[in-house]
């Protein structure tokens, strides 16, 4: 397997803009989770799907952040408008639960390589 | 809440030295505890799985064990190597399907 795939590994953007990160999970998984992480805050979970469906989305800082996940195979985590403070690096994960439809079920977690972003 | 320490935050050490990282847990009722390894620049490795009902979880020149009742976990890196320096995170799952809390991690520094 590919592993978790995140699009784009860096983006470098203007306050205000749009920003739209991509992950896709590891085939079979059904749990996928959102993280971020900077140097003063650590990691830190934004939200997470079971199933395809948002189960905590507590850790989303504000309105403007927003998260879908409308397959098995697809998600998407959407800034608008940016602000400098929301430049990090944020990681995609999934893993195969027990207790949920599918896959081994060991529970272990596995991460993408991050999409770095920059706003200016 | 569950909440988990790694101490220490930072270790440096010669090369070819046996070293210990330890994380702790404040809640026992753990399912399964994870350690991964995270380069500069570089997305988070899955290290080694441990599940509640396992003591402990070897691959290659790692070892960990879990002492649930105590709320610890220990990380047994052998006859390290400079190609060992990364930063190494200990996370605890409380339930099957519910979201790893992680650690601080310990940056480890190995000096050829």
């Known amino acids: 397997d590919a592993g978790v795939i995140q699009s784009p590994r860096h983006e470098v953007t203007e306050m205000g803009q749009e920003v739209t990160l991509r992950c896709k999970p590891i085939?079979?998984?059904?749990?996928l989770f959102w993280y971020r992480q900077t140097m003063m805050r650590g990691l830190e979970l934004l939200i997470y799907f079971n199933n395809n469906v948002p189960i905590d989305d507590s850790g989303m800082p504000e309105d403007r952040f927003s998260a879908k996940m409308p397959n098995a195979s697809f998600s998407t985590l959407k800034i608008q408008p940016s602000e400098p403070r929301d430049s990090a690096v944020y990681f995609c994960?999934?893993?195969?639960?027990?207790?949920?439809?599918?896959?081994?079920?060991?529970?272990?977690?596995?991460f993408g390589e991050g999409s770095r972003l920059t706003v200016l | 809440k569950q909440e988990v320490t790694q101490i220490p935050a930072a270790l440096s050490v010669p090369e070819g030295e046996n070293l210990v990282l330890n994380c702790s847990f404040t809640d026992s009722a753990i399912y399964n505890l994870q350690w991964f390894r995270q380069d500069p620049g570089k997305g988070l490795t899955s290290l080694l799985l441990?599940?509640?009902?396992?003591r402990e979880q070897t691959s290659g020149r790692l070892n960990a064990s879990l002492d649930k009742s105590s709320g610890r976990s220990t990380l047994y890196i052998a006859a390290s190597q400079p190609g060992d320096s990364a930063t190494y995170l200990c996370a605890v799952r409380q339930r099957g399907n519910t979201p790893l809390v992680f650690g601080k991690g310990t940056r480890l520094s190995v000096i050829a």
């Open positions: 441990i599940q509640s009902s396992q």
């Open positions: 085939s079979g998984h059904n749990s």
């Open positions: 994960a999934s893993s195969s639960n027990p207790g949920l439809a599918g896959g081994p079920r060991t529970g272990e977690l596995f």
